[in-house]
T-cell receptor, first 115, second 112 residues
């Protein structure tokens, strides 16, 4: 399967713990995005990378959240001192910028539950 | 990006055409209309996009009104596997345009 993969698929943690998620984009896709989705809502943009550069961050991305894409390939999203409000599905997407149009391909998501 | 309005839910009988409307009355001249769908427990999936002409691909057709203030996504022969939440999104193709701004979408239920 050459699609976007995310690991883990499910994570249960206690409030105050740190968690880290990984996203492997489609090979040769130079753009990588993180979104968060809560129940009954559409996905909300968190941040995106072009190669290894983080070009945009949403105001939703508090200082407890950090994302990296060190070599322009896979990316990690870390949440420190988790809170119950962080419970959500975290989606990763990738795209290859060709001209102005870039279809985003989404992974299956990581579902985080904070107890 | 312009805001969109979609009905919260729709039903469609299997084998019939599903017509999903979207209003985007504040769309700008450089903004495209995109449709994505999200099947339960999966990430969103791109369907189609267009600027002002009608578009068709193997999944669906997109009809955009002449004034571009609304559009309709058509699934010509809906199947049970088309049951999903469908999102209409408008966005520009500028140099730094990146994020997709999702609303709450239309939950399409295809029934036997």
């Amino acid at each position: 399967d050459t699609g976007v993969s995310q690991d883990p698929r499910h994570k249960i943690t206690k409030r105050g713990q740190n968690v880290t998620f990984r996203c492997d984009p489609i090979s040769e896709h130079n753009r990588l995005y993180w979104y968060r989705q809560t129940l009954g809502q559409g996905p909300e943009f968190l941040t995106y990378f072009q190669n290894e550069a983080q070009l945009e961050k949403s105001r939703l991305l508090s200082d407890r959240f950090s994302a990296e894409r060190p070599k322009g390939s896979f990316s990690t999203l870390e949440i420190q001192r988790t809170e119950q409000g962080d419970s959500a599905m975290y989606l990763c997407a990738s795209s290859y910028r060709q001209g102005a149009y870039n279809e985003q391909f989404f992974g299956p998501g990581t579902r985080l539950t904070v107890l | 990006d312009a805001k969109t309005t979609q009905p919260p839910s729709m039903d469609c009988a299997e084998g019939r055409a599903a017509n999903l409307p979207c209003n985007h009355s504040t769309i700008s001249g450089n903004e495209y209309v995109y449709w994505y769908r999200q099947i339960h427990s999966q990430g969103p999936q791109y369907i189609i996009h267009g600027l002002k002409n009608n578009e068709t691909n193997e999944m669906a057709s997109l009809i955009i009104t002449e004034d571009r203030k609304s559009s309709t996504l058509i699934l010509p022969h809906a199947t049970l596997r088309d049951t999903a939440v469908y999102y209409c999104i408008v966005r520009a193709h500028t140099g730094t345009a990146s994020k997709l701004t999702f609303g709450t979408g239309t939950r399409l239920q295809v029934t036997l």
